[in-house]
T-cell receptor
Framework: GAGVSQSPSNKVTEKGKDVELRCDPISGHTALYWYRQSLGQGLEFLIYFQGNSAPDKSGLPSDRFSAERTGGSVSTLTIQRTQQEDSAVYLC?????????????FGSGTRLTVV | GQQLNQSPQSMFIQEGEDVSMNCTSSSIFNTWLWYKQDPGEGPVLLIALYKAGELTSNGRLTAQFGITRKDSFLNISASIPSDVGIYFCAGFSPYSGAGSYQLTFGKGTKLSVIP
């Protein structure tokens, strides 16, 4: 597609429920990243995918968080047993190559609210 | 991990005034990027800087890569109402991990323009 597409744009869930957030990167972009943006904070790195390589999961805050990328394209971020502190905007980005000099192209994000 | 200290946190200015914001780090960065985020959207790249001392302009925006590689500033001249938003600095550090693909973000400067 023309840009990075994320769905849903907004998600309200009850504490303890699982949620899945979807990211469709720009066609041809091999690198895909997930970031989390809490209110008034910068962007916190969560996970990185590059081609068929093992993902870098070093930013995932707990084992309740997981992500996969199927067929080198669409990615899903799953949060199990959601907690109120998981409320944030989850941003996905893609780039032509890792560490691209052009930076990343971001989607509009999914605003997650855990009640 | 690497940290970027961005200031000021917020600014209220009159339309037509010039704006200046900056980012500093205790460690060096290879690339500095400046992003703008509008409400409900993901960050959009404004300017990218690739070497120490580089000064780059994009319309009314000017940014510089500090000579020590530990800082960068962004100036906006003759501000207009559509400049409202959150501005983030970001950088690639040689210490961010394999391939230096992980962007580190500042916490943002929220700009409000009074007509």
């Amino acid at each position: 597609g023309a840009g990075v597409s994320q769905s849903p744009s907004n998600k309200v869930t009850e504490k303890g429920k699982d949620v899945e957030l979807r990211c469709d990167p720009i066609s041809g972009h091999t690198a895909l990243y997930w970031y989390r943006q809490s209110l008034g904070q910068g962007l916190e790195f969560l996970i990185y995918f590059q081609g068929n390589s093992a993902p870098d999961k070093s930013g995932l805050p707990s084992d309740r968080f997981s992500a996969e990328r199927t067929g080198g394209s669409v990615s899903t971020l799953t949060i199990q047993r959601t907690q109120q502190e998981d409320s944030a905007v989850y941003l996905c980005a893609s780039s032509l190559a890792p560490g691209s000099s052009y930076g990343y192209t971001f989607g509009s994000g999914t605003r997650l609210t855990v009640v | 991990g690497q940290q970027l200290n961005q200031s000021p946190q917020s600014m209220f200015i009159q339309e037509g005034e010039d704006v200046s914001m900056n980012c500093t780090s205790s460690s060096i960065f290879n690339t500095w990027l400046w992003y703008k985020q509008d409400p409900g959207e993901g960050p959009v790249l404004l300017i990218a800087l690739y070497k120490a001392g580089e000064l780059t302009s994009n319309g009314r925006l000017t940014a510089q890569f500090g000579i020590t590689r530990k800082d960068s500033f962004l100036n906006i001249s003759a501000s207009i109402p559509s400049d409202v938003g959150i501005y983030f600095c970001a950088g690639f550090s040689p210490y961010s991990g394999a391939g230096s693909y992980q962007l580190t973000f500042g916490k943002g400067t929220k700009l409000s323009v009074i007509p």
